[in-house]
């Protein structure tokens, strides 16, 4: 069965940077949308960027400008670049696989989640 794995995350000061991977376990990678989701405390969990299949990407608004998805298909991985980072980015980060990409929105596939990692943002 397929499975993602994340890693990345972490303790930065506000204005820093992260970078996170989510690295799938099968060569069909390369054929499936991705999106980044996160969720903080007591709220909902909330797609942050998505990449299609053909390198197609969106963003939330609250990281546009800072934030870059991108994915290696030689490597069956999806990253998030995290620039500027900002107290409010503090959450869990989720990775999502094999969703659908349609209409510039990205609908989760709700069987292949990743491991969430940890991003804490200080003030």
């Known amino acids: 069965q397929v499975h993602l794995v994340v890693s990345g995350g972490g303790l930065v000061q506000a204005g820093g940077s992260l970078r996170l991977s989510c690295a799938a376990s099968?060569?069909?990678?390369?054929?499936?949308?991705m999106g980044w989701y996160r969720q903080a405390p007591g709220k909902q969990r909330e797609l942050v960027a998505a990449?299609?299949?053909?390198?197609?990407?969106n963003y939330a608004d609250y990281v546009k400008g800072r934030f870059t998805i991108s994915r290696d298909n030689a490597k069956n991985t999806v990253y998030l670049q995290m620039n500027s980072l900002k107290p409010e980015d503090t959450a869990v980060y989720f990775c999502n696989a094999g969703g659908r990409y349609s209409g510039g929105s990205y609908y989760p596939n709700v069987g292949l989640w990743g491991q969430g990692t940890q991003v804490t943002v200080s003030s």
């Open positions: 099968t060569t069909i990678f390369s054929i499936n949308p």
């Open positions: 990449i299609s299949t053909g390198g197609i990407t």
